[in-house]
């Protein structure tokens, strides 16, 4: 028996979902206009709306079911291509226009490091694990444009940063997913909203944030940092549990 067609009312939510992630392309869109405009604030602001959206919309997408409802229309392709913009394209604008990269051809070279080395972590079919983990540093670039920014940090810095952070992308370790990764799932996303909210009240404070307020929001990172590798490892003890006993070997230690 073939299954009823979704009716309209869910044919519209899914398209109103769809909708609310590709409105990331347009914040895209503005930050780059007011990158060149000077307003880095209001860019920071944007990144922080990006971050939202894109922290909510997989939540609306498998409540409304848009892969049953709408199955020609490729929203993980959508997902990619506004994280792209909004998480990699315009955080490489806002630190080239806002002169915290090199002078000359240099800056240019500088901000196309991340935006290539992303090139190849989104067109990567195994960047999103099975189990929900990003493989390799998942292009958190408007994370740091932000902690560079906010911490005026010097160019030497800022390129430094960018540059460890783009050989990272390469590296084979899982990051967790905040809104996926079932380990510590209830911890991490609280301390994901928390963070958020330290975000708006850090850049509310700029260009003088409380420093205690920045250190706390950092810890965040060291926490995001710690379990991914801790879970790196585990995944790697498990793997190779499972390789021993596959060829009937006694398994190591652990």
């Known amino acids: ?52 959206i894109d922290g ?20 993980a392709l959508l997902d990619n291509i506004v994280d792209y913009l909004t998480y990699a394209f315009a955080p490489m604008v806002l630190l080239w226009s806002a002169g915290l990269l090199p002078d000359g051809w240099l800056g240019g070279v500088v901000a196309a490091v991340p935006l290539l080395a992303s090139c190849v972590q ?3 079919a195994d960047a999103k694990t099975d189990d929900h983990f990003f493989l390799g540093f998942p292009s958190y670039w408007n994370v740091a444009a932000f902690y560079l920014v906010v911490l005026g940090a010097g160019t030497t810095v800022v390129t430094t940063v960018l540059l460890v952070l783009a050989v990272l992308v390469f590296v084979p370790v899982t990051y967790v997913y905040p ?15 928390a963070w958020l909210v330290l975000y708006a009240v850090i850049l509310a404070q700029y260009p003088s944030p409380s420093p205690w307020l920045v250190a706390l929001s950092l810890g965040y990172l060291l926490y995001y940092a710690a379990l991914s590798l801790h879970l ?23």
């Open 179 to 193: 809104s996926r990764t079932e380990t510590a799932w209830g911890l991490t996303m609280t301390l994901t909203t």
């Open 122 to 124: 989104f067109s990567r």
């Open 56 to 75: 909510t919309d997989g939540f609306l997408a498998r409540a409304v079911r848009v892969k049953e409802v709408l199955p020609g229309f490729d929203g």
């Open 1 to 52: 028996m073939t299954p009823a067609a979704p009716g309209t009312t869910r044919r519209l939510a899914a398209a109103g979902v769809h909708a609310y992630t590709a409105l990331g392309s347009v914040l895209a869109l503005l930050m780059v206009h007011l990158s060149y405009a000077g307003e880095v604030v209001a860019v920071l602001w944007l990144f922080l709306v990006a971050m939202v």
């Open 232 to 254: 790196t490892l585990r995944r790697r003890r498990t793997a190779g549990r499972s390789r021993f006993r596959a060829a009937g070997r006694p398994t190591p230690a652990a």
